[in-house]
């Protein structure tokens, strides 16, 4: 196992759900985190728990650029990047505005391929480096009304593939984790979005009928085949420990074990 306490982790998506988790198993571990999300009140609690809280806005490469610099200033080197931060856009192909498809693209796609190009040169030169892309089973699969979402984690897979195979001659890792059902408000929120965008017309019947589904086992709690949020931060922080974790792997259903993959 990988020894990380003299590590310097950058988190983006912190503020909940499987970015505050990761960021949680990496104090534990002795890492030195920085955690980064566009709402600092959300991370008070990481905040007392000894992270370094960081507004960023992945859609704002000059934003991004000051933390990175300001990063490498304080600590001499970036050795772990997890890109979290993102958010599904769903919606009928017909329906979603070509304005918030390039949002979504912004936001899954771009803001993590900036920050993966702003560490490099620095992983490069210390001949270490960690690059966690968080991606999703919907990087493997396709469903109705998530065209934009799962087209930019296709995307992302193929990036972090192809960037595994260019980095690692430099000691880097390039890991893709796709997760499955996770307990956040990922679903809900993706599943108001679908209401609100082709919850009218000729595709309201089924737009419709999905989302009140989600959020009313949400707001009831009903049993459901969603994980905790914490097991993500736990299988981050296992591809972390291992000293040559160039591999992804994606989790499913709570009653299938992890499947390997790459």
Same mark, same amino acid.
């Given at each position: ?178 997760? %499955? %059902? ?20 000729? *595709? ?45 792997? *994606? ?12």
């Amino acid at each position: 196992m990988a020894d990380l306490t003299d590590k310097t982790a950058l988190v983006t998506g912190a503020s909940s759900g499987i970015g505050k988790s990761t960021v949680e198993m990496l104090l534990n571990a002795g890492v030195r985190v920085y955690a980064a999300a566009r709402r600092l009140e959300k991370m008070k609690d990481l905040e007392e728990n000894g992270a370094l809280t960081v507004k960023m806005d992945i859609t704002d490469k000059d934003s991004m650029k000051e933390i990175i610099d300001r990063i490498l200033n304080r600590e001499g080197s970036i050795d772990i990047l997890i890109n979290n931060a993102g958010y599904g856009s769903y919606g009928a192909n017909e329906d979603v505005p070509i304005d918030e498809g390039r949002r979504q693209w912004e936001v899954n796609i771009f803001g993590p391929a900036s920050l993966i190009q702003m560490v490099l040169p620095g992983m490069r030169e210390n001949r270490y480096g960690k690059i966690i892309n968080i991606s999703s089973i919907g990087g493997k699969i396709y469903t109705p009304f998530g065209g934009w979402y799962h087209a930019t984690k296709h995307a992302l897979e193929g990036l972090t593939d192809c960037l595994r195979l260019e980095v690692a001659p430099f000691g880097i890792d390039a890991v893709i984790i796709e997760p %499955g %059902g996770i307990a956040t408000d990922w679903g809900v929120i993706a599943a108001d979005n679908l209401k609100k965008t082709s919850g009218g017309g000729a *595709y309201a019947e089924r737009a419709g009928r999905r989302p009140e589904t989600r959020i009313r086992k949400k707001k009831e709690k009903k049993p459901s085949f969603q994980r905790p949020s914490n097991c993500l931060g736990e299988a981050v922080f296992k591809r972390l420990s291992i000293i040559n974790s160039s591999s992804g792997f *994606y989790r499913t259903l709570p009653e299938q074990n992890d499947i390997p993959f790459q």
